[in-house]
């Protein structure tokens, strides 16, 4: 009974983990390069530079123009990051930002539309014929099909503000929520397995004790 109950508790807590990490959905894309022009002296080109981008496949579909699909991000989780010579830039939540997927050109980019004077990241990739599957929001995100990318950047420090370009050189992705989620369906799965494969061993045993002996 107790490995029953145990079972129960276990399966249960394992769909609620499943399900809480499959409607979450975020990618996160880790970028890192060589900035190629600077406007204040605190930032140098050819100084090294990396940061993140989170996004999730369920941001809303905005418009299709001309090819080029356009995707509010407006997901609590979405971000941007970028840190250069120990100066981090953060925008989140994402307010004016929106994502553009143009498969025609294998191109994914975003722009932001953020008041001037307030921190902001714009970021573009692109790559091969397998980078891009469809005008979705990458999901995955084909990081082995990445060929070049770049970001644009402005912050304020000390009183000065600041433009910044980069070339982005290499793309990684954080493992998706997408596979965690199978992996608990397949240990909950086998969770109910065990409670049941243990129910019948006591229904046999019940049985067994009582049928006369011959």
């Given at each position: 009974m107790?490995?029953?109950r145990?079972?129960?508790l276990a399966?249960?807590?394992l769909?609620?983990l499943c399900?809480?990490?499959v409607k ?7 970028f890192?390069?060589v900035?190629?022009?600077s ?12 940061g ?6 369920g ?6 123009i001309?090819g080029q699909?356009e995707?509010s991000?407006?997901s609590?989780e979405?971000s941007?990051?970028?840190s250069v010579d ?5 925008v989140q939540?994402l307010?004016g ?12 980019f975003?722009?932001?539309f953020?008041?001037p004077?307030t921190?902001?990241?714009?970021l573009?990739f ?5 980078f891009?599957?469809s ?6 995100f084909?990081?082995?099909?990445f060929t070049s990318?770049?970001?644009?950047f402005g912050f304020?420090?000390?009183d000065v ?7 982005i050189?290499g793309?990684?992705?954080v493992?998706e ?11 909950g799965?086998?969770?109910?397995l065990?409670r049941r ?15 006369p002996?011959?």
């Amino acid at each position: 009974m107790e490995f029953a109950r145990f079972g129960a508790l276990a399966a249960a807590a394992l769909a609620m983990l499943c399900a809480s990490v499959v409607k979450a959905d975020e990618i996160e894309v880790q970028f890192s390069g060589v900035v190629t022009d600077s406007s204040g002296p605190a930032v140098s080109v050819g100084d090294g530079f990396s940061g993140y981008f989170t996004y999730s496949a369920g941001d809303p579909f905005d418009i299709l123009i001309l090819g080029q699909s356009e995707y509010s991000l407006t997901s609590p989780e979405d971000s941007e990051f970028v840190s250069v010579d120990g100066i981090d830039v953060t925008v989140q939540p994402l307010t004016g930002v929106h994502a553009f997927v143009v498969p025609s050109t294998e191109s994914f980019f975003t722009q932001d539309f953020a008041t001037p004077g307030t921190p902001l990241i714009s970021l573009a990739f692109s790559g091969n014929s397998d980078f891009l599957t469809s005008g979705s929001l990458p999901d995955p995100f084909n990081a082995q099909d990445f060929t070049s990318g770049g970001i644009g950047f402005g912050f304020s420090l000390d009183d000065v503000d600041y433009s910044v370009q980069g070339n982005i050189t290499g793309v990684s992705t954080v493992p998706e929520p997408r596979g965690i989620g199978l992996l608990c369906f397949a240990i909950g799965a086998l969770a109910l397995l065990l409670r049941r494969a243990h129910s019948l061993s006591i229904l046999k045993f019940a049985r067994r004790l009582a049928t006369p002996a011959v």
